[in-house]
């Protein structure tokens, strides 16, 4: 099982869709989560933290299960700015912090 | 403010030479990561310095070496080129006293070896 893994899509919704990825991961002693947002040939961009408590930041909300090992991106009213692939990033522990990236998931808002 | 730069952005070599990648980061970050991004697939660390020294290694043989200078800038060494080095090579820098994984990435050099 790879460390992190993720469905690379494509997800293709209208705009004004919800829609949502995960992200799941084999190291259960993980200790740091974030999303980064992609667009086509160029460099990733920190979209947001995963927090414990799951977090939210305008349209998108991120959420950690520890317990089943994955976290989630949820979008709301999408856009088709929102269009780009999505990026989830463990960091693993036992001293060695290594942050270990997914392939991405594809994101395509069309009109 | 100027974000985290890289040069050269393109670069061409042929197998068995040398390459030297440089970045400076963002105004108040001092600790600066470099990932290999192979085409479709995501950035994959290579090692991360902090106060010159390479704090983290990922799974890159020796020929990947770096160097992090006193003004934070850093350079990425590859040595004996390979076809398969050829991805694009991200530099990314996270601010002082932050978590050193929230980070910030450059536009990246896109290195082709043949």
């Known amino acids: 099982r790879k460390e992190v893994e993720q469905d690379p899509g494509p997800f293709n919704v209208p705009e004004g869709a919800t829609v949502a990825f995960n992200c799941t991961y084999s190291n259960s002693a993980s200790q740091s989560f974030f999303w980064y947002r992609q667009d086509c040939r160029k460099e990733p961009k920190l979209l947001m933290s995963?927090?414990?408590s799951g977090n939210e930041d305008g349209r998108f909300t991120a959420q950690l299960n520890r317990a089943s090992q994955y976290i989630s991106l949820l979008i709301r009213d999408s856009k088709l700015s929102d269009s780009a692939t999505y990026l989830c990033?463990?960091?693993?522990?036992?001293?060695?912090?290594?942050?270990?990236f997914g392939r991405g998931t594809s994101l395509i808002v069309h009109p | 403010d100027a974000g985290v730069t890289q040069s050269p952005t393109h670069l061409i070599k042929t197998r068995g030479q040398q390459v030297t990648l440089r970045c400076s980061p963002k105004s108040g970050h001092d600790t600066v990561s470099w990932y290999q991004q192979a085409l479709g697939q995501g950035p994959q660390f290579i090692f991360q310095?902090?106060?010159?020294?390479?704090?983290q290694r990922g799974n890159f043989p020796d020929r990947f070496s770096g160097h992090q200078f006193p003004n934070y800038s850093s350079e990425l060494n590859v040595n004996a080129l390979l076809l398969g080095d050829s991805a694009l090579y991200l530099c990314?820098?996270?601010?002082?006293?932050?978590?050193?994984?929230?980070?910030?990435f450059g536009p990246g050099t896109r290195l082709t070896v043949t």
């Open positions: 310095y902090y106060e010159e020294e390479e704090r």
């Open positions: 990314a820098s996270s601010p002082r006293g932050g978590n050193p994984y929230e980070q910030y």
């Open positions: 990033v463990v960091s693993s522990s036992g001293g060695s912090y290594i942050p270990t």
């Open positions: 995963v927090y414990s």
